[in-house]
């Protein structure tokens, strides 16, 4: 079992800049893959950012360039800096990790990007 709790939500204007945490209740190091998703009201969560066990990352197209997913191994916790934000940002971001075939999610931070 693992426990993902999220923090550094809130409320930005749009081209601010915001960083999400996301730390574990274990060692990260050799989870398969951490990731940020986000669900915006009545759309499908959807994959924001992800970072692979040996260091390779992918993005969605609309943050490549925008968003940088990185881990401290030492704090067990896996970032989210998002720059040059958007209102269509706006969305609860969750936490992801995908460990030996299961998968846990955090309980979610809001981000909303004012015009």
């Known amino acids: 079992q693992v426990q993902l709790v999220e923090s550094g939500g809130g409320l930005v204007q749009a081209g601010g800049s915001l960083r999400l945490s996301c730390a574990a209740s274990?060692?990260?190091?050799?989870?398969?893959?951490m990731g940020w998703y986000r669900q915006a009201p009545g759309k499908q969560r959807e994959l924001v950012a992800a970072i692979i066990s040996g260091g390779s990352t992918n993005y969605a197209d609309d943050v490549r360039g925008r968003f940088t997913i990185s881990t401290d191994n030492a704090k067990n916790t896996v970032y989210l800096r998002m720059n040059s934000l958007k209102p269509e940002d706006t969305a609860g971001y969750f936490c992801n990790a995908f460990d030996r075939g299961a998968n846990y999610w955090g309980q979610g931070t809001q981000v909303t990007v004012s015009s």
């Open positions: 274990r060692s990260i190091f050799r989870f398969n893959r």
